[in-house]
C-alpha cells in the first residue's frame, strides 16, 4: 500500500479545506495507508484547543472528530515548530495528541519517503 504525506498549510479561515485534508487522511488510513500529517503555516491553528473544539467543514466534519480518529488509526501528526513559534504557540500545543514538532528537513524526509503527497 501506498505510504501517503498530507501536508497542510490551510488554517481554520478555511474550515472545508482544512477539514477535508483531514478527511481525506483518515479516509487512507481507513483503507490500509500509512499517513504522516505535516501542519505548517496558519494550519498549525488547527491543533489550538479552541479551534478542535468549534471547526467544522461543510460536508467535510469535525475536526474534533477527524484529529483523535487519525490518531487512532495510526496517522502520525508534525507540527511546523518555526510556524508554530511564529504564532505564540509553545510545547503545550501538542498536549494530548501524538504529535511533534518538526522542522523543514523532517518535511523533505517525509516527501522524499512518501508515495503520493497531497497539499491542502
Known amino acids: 500500500m501506498p505510504r501517503f504525506l498530507i501536508h497542510i498549510t490551510t488554517g481554520p479561515a478555511d474550515p472545508t479545506k ?3 485534508a483531514m ?11 500509512a499517513v504522516d500529517l505535516f501542519l ?13 473544539a468549534g471547526l467544522r467543514g461543510v460536508g467535510t466534519g469535525a475536526l474534533a472528530d477527524h484529529i483523535p480518529a487519525i490518531a487512532a488509526a495510526g496517522g502520525r501528526f508534525h507540527l511546523s515548530g518555526k510556524s508554530a ?6 510545547a503545550s500545543l501538542l498536549t494530548g495528541h501524538p504529535a511533534e ?6 518535511l523533505i524526509r517525509l516527501t522524499a519517503a512518501a508515495d503520493r503527497v497531497l497539499c491542502y
Open 101 to 106: 514538532f518538526a522542522l523543514p528537513a523532517i
Open 40 to 52: 505548517a503555516g496558519d494550519a498549525v491553528h488547527l491543533f489550538a484547543p479552541a479551534t478542535i
Open 23 to 33: 478527511l481525506v487522511a483518515l479516509t487512507a488510513l481507513n483503507e490500509g495507508h
Open 85 to 90: 513559534e511564529a504564532r505564540g504557540y509553545d
Open 18 to 20: 482544512a477539514t477535508l
